[in-house]
């Protein structure tokens, strides 16, 4: 297998689209060679997220290799729509959820791992934040509970998420030189950018996954051979996070109603040692974190 050339697309809302302008957006993922899709999740709600990543396979006739973000969660619950997705992609090889799968061996250097991830509310100070998320109406897990109650679960779900990235990551060392991670939440605060700063304490609890950040950072602390990159999504503001040689955090653009392609990636000449060459030559700031135009 040797699958290289991607289109990278994080937050497309694709449920606040309509045809015509899906019908560009679809165009716009061939407009360049590739072999696949990366989709780093909010593609849309749950009645209709798998019809969605389907109508993208049908239109683009390429796979695509997905997570799940907290909006495609809404109006069900987190467990339903997960095993939904799952058995609606086992019955076509070209729709790849990544969350509890194997990772994927791309080519003799590259592995791709992923899994939703979740805002854990390690960071920052969730108990003084007055940050309330649509998610704890519109997603049945969380309904009617107090934030002393979602703590734990939201928690949870950002520990689960990191074992089992962890568990891809166990595995894609042995086989690859590097690994693509996707996950929907961005893992460390420096990749979380709001106004050109990093998220505050009153944001960062529902815009980070600390879980896996600190997992990430641990397995490349031992591991220093196997490099990481990571795509992510949700805050819908674009950054790139220099977090150690080995680990690069790209966190992608998006707009409601104006699905873009966030990046043609080619990974035979993704160069992570140096992400600023991606952007023309920008240097990363004292920080640490590359700012696109
Ligand atoms: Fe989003
Ligand atoms: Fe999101």
């Given at each position: ?45 749950a009645?209709?997220v798998i019809?969605?990543i389907r ?13 799940l ?10 467990d339903l729509v997960r095993s939904s997705v799952a058995t609606s992609c086992k019955a076509d090889p070209?729709m790849v959820y990544?969350t509890g799968a ?192």
């Amino acid at each position: 297998m040797n699958l290289r050339r991607f289109a990278w697309v994080t937050d497309p809302h694709l449920n606040f689209v309509d045809l015509n302008r899906f019908e560009r957006f679809a165009n716009e993922l061939t407009e360049q060679p590739i072999d696949g899709i990366l989709l780093t999740g909010d593609v849309s709600e749950a009645e209709d997220v798998i019809w969605q990543i389907r109508r993208m396979v049908e239109h683009t006739g390429k796979p695509v290799y997905f997570v799940l973000g907290n909006h495609d969660f809404y109006h069900s619950s987190i467990d339903l729509v997960r095993s939904s997705v799952a058995t609606s992609c086992k019955a076509d090889p070209r729709m790849v959820y990544l969350t509890g799968a194997e990772p994927i061996l791309l080519s003799n250097d590259w592995s791709l791992c992923g899994d939703d991830g979740w805002a854990d509310g390690r960071l920052g100070d969730y108990h003084r934040s007055m940050v309330r998320l649509n998610d704890y109406q519109q997603i049945s897990d969380f309904a009617g509970l107090s934030p002393a109650i979602r703590l734990p679960i939201i928690r949870r779900l950002g520990l689960t998420s990191a074992v089992r990235i962890r568990r891809q990551l166990e595995i894609a060392r042995h086989v690859s030189r590097r690994s693509v991670v996707l996950t929907h939440i961005p893992p460390f605060r420096e990749a979380c950018l709001y106004d050109s700063k990093p998220a505050d304490d009153n944001w960062a609890p529902f815009f980070t996954c600390h879980s896996v950040g600190w997992m990430l950072r641990r397995f490349c602390q031992r591991f220093p051979e196997h490099q990481v990159l990571v795509l992510c999504g949700h805050t819908h503001h674009q950054c790139v996070s220099l977090i150690a040689d080995n680990l690069v955090v790209w966190t992608g653009h998006a707009e409601y109603a104006d699905p873009k392609v966030n990046a043609f990636l080619d990974l035979a000449h993704l160069d992570l040692t140096a992400p600023a060459a991606w952007f023309n030559g920008q240097a990363p700031t004292s920080n640490g974190v590359v700012r696109p135009a």
